[in-house]
C-alpha cells in the first residue's frame, strides 16, 4: 500500500490545534470532549486535506481495534449465514468490522484461528464452535476476554449467549410426532458434546415421557457431527435396526436431509412411510421435497442480538452476570410428516 | 483486554540479543536473516516467556496486516459461502486472516466496507462485488492497491481475476435446451452492469444464433439483481408475455429458484410444460424438485485460487500483467429439461 503524506499533524496545523485536539476531535468516541466549533474546523481540515485515519496506530494508542473475530464451524452449513449477515450489520453500525475463521469443529483449528484473531487485537470474539466443555473457552474467560456465545453455549464459563431454547424446540417437534399419531418415534441425536445436540435430545425424551411412549431399543443414534453424511448414514441404520420405525426426529436439519437420502435409497417414500422432522428451519429446507417440517428461530436476529450484547459488554454498559438469552423456537409444518402408514411397515 | 507483561525487549535480554534480533528472527520473513542456533535461542526464550507478537505493532513496523478484505454482495448466496472457504483455508496456510464485508450490491456500502478495511491496513482485497464499470475499483488501481477479482470482472482495472467462462457456460446450457428440441427459448438475463449477466447474455445470442434460432420478442428479460425474487417476477413476466414459450435458460440458479415458483403460481410443471436451466450449481441445487439442470464451475478452487494469486502479487512473486484465469464451466444434467410438450402451449 502507498504512503499517505497527510498526518494528523497536517490537519492539526491547518485548523490551528493540537495534534492531541484533533485527534480527540477525528475520533467518535472522544469528540465530544472537543467544543462543536473547534470539531468542525478540525473535520474541515481533514476533509480538505484529505486525510485518512490510520487505523492501526489509533489502536495502538486507545487499545481498540474495532475488530471482532467470529468463529463458526463453516460457512457452508446454510444455518450460519444469515447469523454472520445480523452480526456483521449490527458491528458495522457501531464501525467494528468481522475477522471471520471456520473451524470444522477441529480444536486445534479453532486455538489456531483464535490465536491469530487475537495476535491482531481484536477487541472481543462472537463463538458459534462451543463445544459444552471448551479448554480454550475456560481460558479466555480466565484472562478476562471479551467473548459473547452464539447458537452453542459453553458450561461454567460466564460469557454471555444467544441461543435458541434447543428443549421446549425439539419438544415441539417430537410432539407434532405424536400428534400425528406416531409411537415408534426414532432421535437422530447431535453430538452431546454440543449443547444443542444435548438439549435437543433431552427435548425428545422429554416428550416421550410425557406422552407416556418408551424408546424402543436401537431408536437413538448420536451423530458424530451436524453433517448431511452423518444423518444418511445413521438414518440408513435407523431404518435397519428399528423395525416398525414410523418417525425421526432429527437433532438439526442437515442431518434431516440426511435421512431423506436414506430413506430414498432404502426405496421408502417420506411422508408416506416414514416422517422426517429437523431443527433450524435453514434457508433452502422449505424448497425440498418434501419441504421440511422443522423448527424455526431467527438466525439474522440472533447474529444481530450476539452483535449488542458483545458491543455493550465491551463499553461496560452491560455489567453484571451475563445474560443468556433463549430465542423462542417455533414449529414450522409443512409436508414431511403425516400419520403413520397401516398396516405398519413389518 | 488484559495487557501482557512479556515484551520483545524481554525475550531479547533473556536470550542475550539485540531486540532488533529478536524482532527479526521471530517474523517468519526475515527469519533466513537469523542464524540458525541464535533462531533457536530466541524461539526457546519466546516460548519459555509466555511471549505473544503484538500483529497490530508488527503491522506498523512491517506495514504488513496480514489481514486481506473480502467483499462479497451478499452471503446468504449460497454461491459465495463455499468461495470464502477456499479464499479464507489458502489465507490461513500463509498466516493471514479475512476480514468479511457484505455490500448487498449497493455502492456506498461497498465504498463504505472498502475504506473501513482500508482503515485496518490490510495488504490486499479480494473483491467478488465488481461491476463492469466501478469508480471505487478504478481509484483503487490508480492508487496501486493490491486487488484481485473473483466470479465478476472489472473493465479496464488491470486487476488479475478468477471467474468461470460465463459465456461458454450460458452456450452450454442453451445449447441443451435447443438439442432437447426447444425452439422458442426465453432467457432471463441479469444485469448487464455485471459481466457474468453480460457474457451470459452473449452466451445465449451466440447459442441461439448458432442453432439459426430467432429471439422472438418479448423473449428476454433483465433481471435487477440476480435474485429469486427477481427470478419469480420476471419468470412471471415471461409466460404472461411469450406465448407459446417452452424453456427458460435463467442467468443463475437464484433466478432459475424464481422461475420454479412463477411456474407454479401458473399452474405448470417443470419440465413437462415448461424447461428451465440455471447457473452455478449452488449448494442444495441438487436437492430442489425438479433438480436444477444448471453450469458448474468449482467454487471452492476460485476461492483458493484468487487468494493464491493474491498472495503472489502482494509479494511480487507475480509481476507483469495481470492474469485473468477462466474457470472451465461444465453443464450438469438434471431433472428440469424434457422436450417440449406436444401440442405446444397456446
Do not use: K, W
Not at 466549533?37 to 486525510?51: F, S, V
Amino acid at each position: 500500500m502507498p504512503d499517505h503524506a497527510v498526518t494528523l499533524r497536517d490537519v492539526a496545523r491547518r485548523a490551528g490545534v493540537h495534534p492531541a485536539t484533533a485527534s480527540r476531535a477525528l475520533n467518535p468516541e472522544t469528540r465530544l470532549l472537543v467544543s462543536e466549533g473547534t470539531a468542525r474546523r478540525i473535520a474541515e481540515a481533514a476533509a480538505a486535506l484529505g486525510y485518512r485515519p490510520n487505523a492501526v496506530a489509533r489502536s495502538l494508542r486507545t487499545r481498540r481495534s474495532h475488530t471482532i473475530g467470529v468463529l463458526i464451524p463453516d460457512l457452508n452449513n446454510p444455518l450460519f449465514p444469515p447469523m454472520v449477515r445480523g452480526l456483521e450489520d449490527r458491528l458495522a453500525a457501531d464501525g467494528y468490522v468481522a475477522l471471520i475463521g471456520n473451524t470444522d469443529g477441529r480444536a486445534e483449528r479453532e486455538r489456531q484461528v483464535f490465536e491469530q484473531m487475537r495476535a491482531r487485537h481484536v477487541d472481543g470474539f462472537a463463538v458459534a464452535t462451543a463445544h459444552r466443555s471448551s479448554p480454550l473457552l475456560a481460558q479466555a474467560a480466565a484472562e478476562g476476554l471479551n467473548v459473547v456465545l452464539m447458537n452453542r453455549v459453553a458450561d461454567g464459563t460466564g460469557f454471555p449467549s444467544v441461543s435458541p431454547d434447543n428443549e421446549l424446540g425439539a419438544r415441539l417437534a417430537v410432539g407434532h410426532l405424536i400428534a400425528a399419531g406416531h409411537h415408534r418415534v426414532a432421535h437422530l441425536a447431535g453430538p452431546q458434546c454440543l449443547s444443542t445436540g444435548q438439549s435437543r435430545y433431552q427435548g425428545f425424551q422429554a416428550a416421550m415421557a410425557d406422552a407416556g411412549l418408551a424408546v424402543p431399543a436401537g431408536c437413538v443414534v448420536f451423530a458424530r457431527a451436524f453433517s448431511i453424511a452423518e444423518g444418511r448414514r445413521l438414518g440408513a441404520q435407523l431404518l435397519a435396526a428399528a423395525p416398525g420405525l414410523t418417525a425421526i426426529a432429527a437433532a438439526n436439519d442437515m442431518l434431516a436431509v440426511g435421512c431423506y437420502e436414506a430413506l430414498e435409497e432404502a426405496g421408502l417414500s417420506c411422508p408416506g412411510d416414514v416422517s422426517v422432522v429437523g431443527f433450524n428451519d435453514m434457508p433452502f429446507i422449505d424448497r425440498l421435497r418434501p419441504p421440511l417440517t422443522t423448527v424455526a428461530f431467527p438466525h439474522y436476529q440472533l447474529g444481530t442480538e450476539a452483535a449488542a450484547m458483545l458491543l455493550a459488554r465491551m463499553s461496560d454498559r452491560l455489567p453484571g452476570p451475563a445474560p443468556a438469552v433463549r430465542l423462542a423456537p417455533e414449529l414450522v409444518v409443512r409436508g414431511s410428516v403425516a400419520a403413520p402408514p397401516r398396516p405398519s411397515r413389518p
